[in-house]
């Protein structure tokens, strides 16, 4: 499978189309049993206080994860992300609700990087209760 968007037909500055993740406590159990990373901070909400968080909160990788599916999604084919790196810049913090948190994110194209290898980079925005929670979200993609 290769990525459905071409190369010749996406303009810097084009905006993908924004998504918003809801994650609650069960999301990160069964994330935590699918990534082996069972660190209390992401399911134990006494001890994620004792060590001076607000609550609960999403695994780092897991919130890089939801993020890059707007590119994903957009270019058709989780392949076609070449390189891929993000800094953590706030945590996800998720309450003990139905509500527990929301991941929002947006992303555009924000260079063509190479002709010949069809490649472009995307920048995304993620942020969650109001706070940017990634930050140099980047994205290099190989278009069709």
Do not use: C
Not at 25 to 33: E, I, P, Q, S
Not at 75 to 80: C, S, T, V
Not at 115 to 142: C, Y
């Amino acid at each position: 499978m290769a990525a459905k968007v071409s190369y010749d037909a996406v303009e810097v500055g084009a905006e993908l189309p924004a998504q918003s993740f809801p994650v609650t406590r069960a999301t990160l159990v069964r994330y935590a049993g699918a990534s082996g990373d069972f660190n209390p901070i992401h399911w134990n909400e006494k001890f994620a206080k004792e060590v001076g968080l607000p609550d609960v909160i999403a695994h780092g990788m897991f919130t890089m994860a939801e993020a890059i599916r707007v590119v994903t999604d957009w270019a058709g084919d989780p392949a076609a992300v070449i390189e891929y790196g993000v800094r953590f810049t706030k945590p996800v913090v998720v309450a003990n609700d139905d509500r527990g948190a929301v991941i929002e994110v947006s992303a555009k194209v924000a260079a063509k990087l190479d002709d010949e290898a069809r490649t472009v980079r995307v920048d995304l925005t993620a942020t969650s209760a109001g706070q940017k929670v990634l930050g140099m979200s980047r994205a290099v993609v190989k278009l069709a």
